[in-house]
């Protein structure tokens, strides 16, 4: 059989069909699951030269930019924001502190109260009660001038045995009413308010001498008010 003969044959072969074979249907199957999935959603419309697609990523990408600009915008605040003032009893829980690691904690040293009391004039826009309590056991040391609760105020330096009292005076601004006694940061403090002034006393000693250290201040502070009352 010449060339020619060859191609003609093979050419019937298959053109009949006889050659052919039909693949099973699990491998239809197999292949198919191997192929991706697309979405069936996919491409619905295009404007502008946007697919849904297209629109969809923008528009996520678009939302995730101003989420973070938002968060960005409020860190920067609270970053500018002022942090809030601490309470008025650990403003002068640490003012005391500062007077009692500083070299100069008493800017006038007097145990006489009409010494102390005219130091003051022209210094504070108000008059501080100073009283003399050394017959009760809580001499007078001094005075100074601190800053508490966003202006200057008055402080008296009392002393029981080693331990020295702060008493700040100022007017009372008609705060919501703090405890009598309390204890912070290991000291002992008292709050009480009298005649338009608001007084907040500190000391390192027990707080049992601090009740009788505030005892003995109003009292004083009643017998001045009216010297003729038995």
């Known amino acids: 059989m010449d060339k020619k003969e060859t191609l003609s044959s ?3 072969v298959l053109r ?3 050659l052919y074979h039909r693949a099973p249907p699990h491998l239809r199957a197999r292949v198919l699951a191997q192929l991706p999935h697309e979405s069936p959603r996919r491409t619905v419309f295009a404007w502008g030269g946007f697919t849904t697609d297209g629109v969809r990523a ?3 990408g678009g939302l995730t930019g101003i989420a ?3 968060l960005a915008l409020s860190a920067a605040t609270l970053i500018q924001r002022p942090a809030p003032t601490g309470s008025i009893d650990q403003e002068i829980v640490s003012s005391h502190v500062r007077a009692l ?8 040293v007097s145990t006489d109260q009409h010494t102390v009391k005219p130091w003051f004039n022209g210094r504070l826009d108000y008059t501080p009660p100073v009283v003399d309590l050394a017959a009760q056991g809580f001499p007078l040391v001094g005075g100074r001038i601190d800053y508490v609760g966003h202006r200057t105020v008055a402080v008296l330096i009392y002393r029981y045995q080693k331990h020295p009292i702060d008493l700040y005076v100022f007017p ?3 705060a919501t009413p703090a405890p009598a006694a309390r204890a912070s940061d290991g000291y002992a403090m008292a709050h009480w308010r009298r005649n338009g002034m608001a007084y907040w006393a500190i000391t390192d000693a027990q707080s049992s001498h601090l009740h009788a250290f505030e005892q003995a201040a109003q009292a ?3 017998h001045e008010e009216n010297p003729l009352r038995e």
Not at 101 to 108: A, E, F, K, R
């Open 68 to 70: 973070v600009c938002a």
């Open 58 to 60: 923008w528009l996520s």
């Open 101 to 108: 690691l500083s070299q100069h904690p008493i800017d006038v």
């Open 220 to 222: 004083e502070e009643d």
């Open 16 to 18: 009949d069909g006889s």
């Open 10 to 12: 093979l050419d019937s």
């Open 172 to 174: 009372d601004a008609g």
